[in-house]
């Protein structure tokens, strides 16, 4: 795969057994849903991730490779399958940070349900402006509830961000219409990306690749997977991850800084000696893969040394709040914020909880964290509140310091 074609990623998101997994199977021919229990359960937990590149074949495109003077690889995807399920909310925004694109999945016999609404809201709370909808399991419903849930799917975005986005009906079982949407994917319009800046890569997974008893000079160092955001990084740099390990010292909880050289750097299938912002990747690192083992350096920053602000556990913001709780059956007013509440802020690829402690006039928010972040002034946040032992997202906010 050339480095020449154009790369974006596109998240899968809608709600919970709406068929995301098995939609993008069929797409690209690769489950997402590799956790033992997501298998058992049938939902996927952490996110997941597939990619396919989409070949123009004359006037044809198609996500199969095929061989020949008039086919060439037209454009780089690289999905992030996030979970439906209302309590990995947070799973999802984590997902919403790395996107620039969504495909938003709706069941047709099952219509809008509470987190189609709070996923699609999420979307918006992160800026993502370009969107496709997939009217789902056609094959389940007659044609005339088919055309009530496209009317409904046209009135539920009537007047907002998505108004003008396709609306393709799929049977994702039979494969009818998989051809349209690969079509919709290759006309998302390609974000301007700033490869001469210094580098940022949000880290959204981190592994330990190595199988059980391999021998020590065959072992792999530690894996990142995630989003080069802006800049390149090469084999060879010397990266540093912040804001690192978590570890614990005479009872006090605090974060160690890491680091690391990159080793190897992985797209998709391929290895690759540099990467630009683009598609997903994953970067294997000198770090001894037990650092990096069961996703614990999610969340995570990584830039060359020095360049990373420091970790901090008071974050400043001018929050938008909706006016209603989305995601519920009933509705429900969204009260103003109140010093000394608790809110889940998630800030890129990060969770963290924060304690309301000033509100000033100009509706300015300072919080203290329980998890601290590197802060980057001007990114936005998705703002949750603890509502009936659930996580539900009440707005977004603008960090200012």
């Not at 997994?21 to 991730?49: A, M, V, W």
């Not at 802006?230 to 740099?237: A, Q, V």
């Not at 999610?298 to 938008?320: A, F, N």
Request: charged share 25%; net charge positive; aromatic share 4%.
């Amino acid at each position: 795969m050339s480095n020449q074609i154009p790369e974006i990623n596109v998240g899968i998101v809608g709600h919970i057994d709406h068929g995301k997994t098995s939609f993008l199977s069929k797409l690209t021919g690769k489950f997402t849903d590799t956790h033992s229990e997501e298998l058992k359960r049938g939902i996927t937990i952490k996110l997941g991730y597939a990619d396919m590149t989409i070949y123009k074949c004359g006037n044809d495109l198609t996500n199969k490779e095929v061989k020949g003077e008039n086919c060439i690889p037209f454009r780089y995807v690289s999905f992030i399958d996030a979970p439906g399920h209302e309590m990995l909310m947070a799973t999802m925004l984590s997902g919403a940070a790395i996107i620039d694109a969504a495909i938003l999945l709706i069941a047709a016999n099952e219509g809008i349900k509470p987190q189609t609404k709070e996923h699609f809201t999420a979307l918006q709370a992160k800026k993502i402006k370009n969107i496709i909808i997939v009217q789902n399991k056609i094959d389940l419903v007659t044609r005339e509830k088919a055309l009530e849930n496209y009317n409904e799917i046209k009135k539920f975005i009537n007047g907002t961000f998505a108004e003008s986005a396709p609306i393709i009906p799929v049977s994702t079982l039979q494969e009818i219409n998989i051809d349209k949407v690969i079509e919709e994917i290759a006309k998302l319009p390609i974000p301007k990306r700033s490869p001469e800046s210094e580098p940022l890569f949000l880290v959204a997974r981190s592994f330990d690749i190595n199988k059980p008893g391999t021998k020590i000079d065959n072992l792999k160092g530690g894996v990142l997977g995630g989003i080069l955001k802006k800049g390149k990084l090469k084999i060879g740099d010397e990266i540093e991850i912040k804001p690192g390990l978590s570890m614990k010292k005479a009872n006090q909880q605090f974060y160690q800084p890491l680091t690391t050289k990159i080793l190897s750097l992985h797209k998709g299938k391929d290895s690759v000696n540099s990467v630009e912002p683009g598609a997903s990747i994953s970067i294997e690192t000198s770090l001894d893969p037990f650092l990096t083992k069961a996703d614990s350096l999610t969340g995570c920053l990584v830039s060359k040394k020095g360049i990373l602000p420091e970790i901090t556990y008071k974050i400043k913001i001018k929050p938008e709040i909706f006016k209603e709780l989305i995601g519920v059956e009933e509705k429900q007013k969204i009260e103003p914020l109140k010093v000394k509440e608790m809110l889940m802020l998630s800030v890129n690829t990060t969770i963290t909880v924060g304690s309301v402690e000033k509100i000033e006039k100009t509706g300015e928010t300072e919080l203290s964290l329980n998890i601290p972040v590197i802060a980057l002034k001007g990114d936005n946040l998705g703002i949750a509140r603890n509502v009936k032992g659930h996580w539900r997202l009440i707005g977004w906010g603008e960090i200012t310091g």
